[in-house]
């Protein structure tokens, strides 16, 4: 156990102390997957109740977070995106009965992952937000915005833009 | 996978819609559908104020003529609150629901920013995205199973009954099973229905007042033909989904396998039990439950006994001191549920009324938190039992003790802040409604979940939205609710079964996941992955070496289109139609790296 998280911290170092170095005109880019009968329909009530956060966030709507594949998160980072976050229904409230609890697995697993390859777990973030709580879905996009401007671009887009 | 084949590139028509002001505003419609404009590569872009007003479904079908679009995107609404009203529109012109797309421009995008680069940039990144959709989307036929006729309800009260019988009268073969060993359910125990003080439902008199009218006949249940009654029975596997359902039924001497098209719930629900509150000497023989009264005063009424007044359980004196508990078991965080029952205020107030007309000189007292009566008519019913001399007492009752044969009930009077000690001869509590033991494993069962509260819920959307799943839950089953409301609901589930399953073939038009055998390694994680048992894994043989396999199958009647399945599946054998790895991979690409 020693051994492995000295490995962790190491390679930490990669990622997450290049905020200094962002570009001016940089903003964080953050893919959000939402599921349909919860967060989705809550960032809708956030646009409607006139709630502001990044633009830069971009949805995606799939119908359960339990859907979203470990490929799709990997693949959102490896494209580049700043963070990646994951809305579903408050647990025990899943519309298809139990989906989040496999969505908050994954996502504990692919923050493992990340840690692996050097990046900073915190860019991946889940959150339980309901149909209505529009408050809480255009906070936490700017919240996670804020810990993702500390954090720095996305190294692997850098190396990809070089 | 017969019936599939790859999209490769579509005619798509772009409306953006520039219906709201503030989108006029911050995105120009007009000139984002010019920029977005490229024929070349087949996308047509429009923002007409025709797309908002009355003879926007002309103006569409002149633009797919003029365009021969196969898709049609607009910008504009969410896919939530506007979804189906595209598609219908979308139908139409002939186009499927698999091929609109919605850009949530209004909700999710310009309310978002002030920036105008900003916005736009984000506009046109969920534009393309949605473009990308349909373009990387798969055709899927729409998929028709053939419908079973006859239909199955499940619990013989009146909720039961009526739909029963209404199906029957559509000219349908109904089997009713019910666990016990009579219809009727806690309906038929009750004297009488509150507010209406009629008699209790079949009973034999010669009026036929409201409620009466209202409630299905128990005689008129068992004699249809088409119903075939199985007492004495319960469900024991459900297999198959709307349109195909084969089910066990087991009784003592047989099992029997029904095939139905459609399921109704009508299990009930059951009260609750008063004796874990030890503080209320429950085990009292003259502490009873509300229902435990109405068995008092039916036998009085049964065997002609009117002219005698109701005597009490343990020595058979006529009781002077009658007081009624509310919410035992009810609105409590220690005990039963904090869900109100809807129905005992009601039921107590009438019960206390009759009592009080049939011993006049008695005290009968209700103690209660909160009077609650949903119901027409309740509050003249409230008030004639105040102006016949029934007391109510606000506040809860604590403890009950056995004193000199009688009992003492201890509370705190809220109307005067005090503490109080009363005595009483006869408790009748009003306790809680819970749901039926089993109904978790019959949910399980149907594939469908459960409320917070452990009904088969009503605000769940078996009920309201998807027919398809072709399970309905009506009366108790899903929640506490009055007679009136409960037959009503059965007649509804009639009405909908029968409008479903009148077409003969069910269209499945969702999203349905599906299987690609060719990958499928048959290790069955997705089938531990369903919650709705709608993925098995098959047997089957190759032909060629002889050598045994299994693959994955998916009952499109079972599935709800959630996605946990492809998610899971190691090889991606798995995909949900309208999420495919495609579409998602190509929207995540957009998404993430569109503006560098």
């Known amino acids: 156990m020693a051994d492995s998280s000295k490995g962790k911290e190491k390679k930490k170092t990669t990622d997450g102390a290049t905020g200094g170095d962002a570009p001016k005109d940089w903003n964080p880019r953050i893919v959000g997957f939402l599921c349909n009968w919860c967060s989705y329909t809550g960032a809708d009530l956030a646009g409607v109740s006139r709630l502001q956060y990044t633009p830069e966030f971009i949805p995606i709507r799939v119908m359960c977070s339990g859907s979203v594949d470990v490929a ?20 025990g409230d899943c519309h298809y009965l139990n989906g989040n609890y496999k969505a908050r697995r994954r996502v504990a697993v692919v923050k493992e992952v990340m840690e692996g390859v050097g990046l900073d777990p ?23 915005d804020e810990t993702l401007r500390q954090l720095g671009p996305n190294p692997l887009a850098k190396e990809r833009l070089l | 996978m017969p019936g599939l084949r790859k999209v490769d590139r579509l005619k798509k028509l772009l409306l953006i819609l520039p219906c709201d002001e503030e989108m006029e505003g911050l ?83 310009i309310y978002v920013t002030d920036e105008k680069d900003a916005a736009r940039r984000r506009a046109k990144i969920m534009i393309e995205s949605a473009l990308a959709r349909v373009d990387t989307g798969i055709d899927r036929a729409v998929e028709r199973v053939k419908a079973m006729q006859a239909v199955l309800v499940i619990g013989g009260g009146v909720a039961g ?13 109904v089997y009713l099973v019910e666990r016990t060993g009579e219809l009727g359910g806690r309906a038929h125990q009750l004297s009488r229905t509150y507010p209406t003080q009629d008699c209790k439902p079949d009973g034999c008199c010669p009026q036929s007042c409201r409620d009466c009218q209202f409630t299905p006949r128990i005689d008129l249940v068992t004699s249809h033909p088409l119903i075939e009654l199985l007492l004495e029975s319960e469900v024991r596997s459900v297999k198959g989904g709307i349109g195909g359902y084969q089910i066990e039924v087991h009784s003592p001497e047989t099992s029997r396998l029904l095939e139905v098209g459609a399921i109704v719930v009508a299990t009930g629900n059951v009260m609750f039990d008063a004796g874990e509150m030890g503080e209320l000497s429950p085990w009292h023989p003259d502490v009873i439950s509300f229902l435990e009264l109405e068995k008092l005063i039916d ?5 002609d006994r009117a002219w005698e007044p109701l005597r009490r359980p343990s020595d058979g004196k006529v009781p002077k001191n009658i007081h009624f508990l509310q919410c035992v078991g009810s609105r409590d965080e220690h005990h039963g549920t904090i869900e109100c029952s809807l129905v005992c205020c009601t039921y107590a107030v009438g019960q206390a009324k009759d009592l009080k007309d049939m011993l006049p000189d008695a005290t009968v007292a209700i103690h209660y938190m909160d009077m609650r009566g949903p119901y027409r008519g309740f509050e003249r019913h409230y008030l004639e ?143 531990e992955s369903c919650e709705y048992g709608a993925v098995t894994l098959e047997e089957r043989t190759d032909l060629q070496t002889g050598r045994k396999y299994r693959v994955a199958i998916v009952d499109p009647r079972r ?28 929207q995540v690409e957009l998404a993430s790296g569109g503006h560098r």
């Not at chain 2, 009954?161 to 073969?173: E, P, S, T, V, Y």
């Not at chain 2, 499945?508 to 299987?515: K, M, P, Q, R």
């Not at chain 2, 709800?560 to 495609?582: E, K, M, Q, V, Y």
């Open chain 1, 72 to 91: 799709y998160i990997l693949k959102a980072f490896l494209e580049g995106a700043d963070g990646v976050l994951i809305g579903g229904c408050h647990l």
């Open chain 1, 122 to 144: 915190r860019r991946l973030h889940l959150e339980w937000i309901s149909a209505s709580e529009s408050g809480k879905f255009a906070k936490t996009v700017s919240t996670f």
């Open chain 2, 27 to 109: 995105l120009d419609p007009e000139s984002l559908a010019e920029e977005m404009n490229d024929p070349e590569n087949w996308v047509f872009a429009r923002s007409d104020p025709r797309l908002c007003g009355p003879d926007r479904s002309d103006y569409i079908a002149d633009l797919v003529k003029e365009t021969e679009a196969q898709a049609i995107i607009v910008g504009g609404p969410s896919d939530r609150t506007h979804g189906s009203v595209w598609r219908q529109e979308a139908s139409l012109v002939g186009i499927p629901p698999d091929r609109v797309e919605l850009v949530p421009l209004v909700q999710q995008c």
């Open chain 2, 161 to 173: 009954m009526q739909a029963a019988w209404d199906l029957a009268d559509f000219g349908r073969q």
């Open chain 2, 299 to 303: 036998w009085q009424r049964k065997e």
């Open chain 2, 385 to 527: 039992a105040q102006e016949s001399g029934v007391l109510f007492m606000r506040g809860r009752v604590v403890e009950i003790e056995p004193d000199n044969g009688n009992l003492m009930l201890s509370y705190e009077d809220i109307d005067i802040g005090e503490p109080v000690t009363m005595e009483a001869d006869l408790v009748v509590l009003s306790v809680g409604q819970l749901p039926t033991p089993g109904t978790a494993e019959l949910a399980q069962m149907l594939g469908v979940p459960l409320d917070d509260d452990g009904y088969i819920g009503e605000d769940n959307t078996t009920y309201s939205l998807w027919d398809r799943r072709g399970v309905y839950v009506v009366g108790c089953a899903a929640g506490p609710r009055g007679i009136r409301y409960s037959v009503r609901d059965g007649r509804e589930a009639a009405l909908s079964i029968d409008a479903v399953l009148r077409r003969t073939q069910i269209e499945l038009a969702d999203n349905i996941a599906e299987v690609d055998d060719e990958r499928c390694v048959g290790c069955g994680q997705c089938v």
């Open chain 2, 559 to 586: 599935c709800w289109g959630c996605g946990n399945c492809h998610a899971t599946c190691p090889s991606t054998a798995i995909r949900l139609s309208g999420f495919s790895d495609d579409q998602l991979v190509r």
